[in-house]
């Protein structure tokens, strides 16, 4: 779950109790990817950006292309995860 203060926040299923050790987190394989943080794409921000620039992402069937739309028109594709900083896309307008 993405929260407004753009945390990526991770709850159990059916209890809905949330997970916050890092260990269960990150052993997680993602059937579906539609937020804008968490530290699998913690590389789709540009540098110097505010966390609105990024408005949506959606994650391949295959699970290993990340698109992404912004506010300035742009279509960017990532490979997915993408936990570095500032990695390189390929943009679309």
Do not use: M, Q
Request: proline share 6%.
């Amino acid at each position: 779950v993405s929260s407004g203060d753009y945390t990526h926040r991770v709850f159990a299923v059916p209890s809905g109790s949330r997970v916050e050790k890092p260990e269960i987190v990150d052993k997680i394989t993602w059937a579906d990817w539609t937020s804008v943080v968490g530290p699998e794409v913690l590389g789709i921000w540009p540098k110097d950006s505010p966390n609105a620039d990024v408005n949506c992402t959606h994650l391949s069937h295959h699970g290993n292309a990340l698109a992404t739309g912004d506010d300035f028109g742009y279509v960017k594709l990532f490979d997915f995860p993408c936990r570095e900083k500032h990695v390189r896309s390929s943009d679309f307008i």
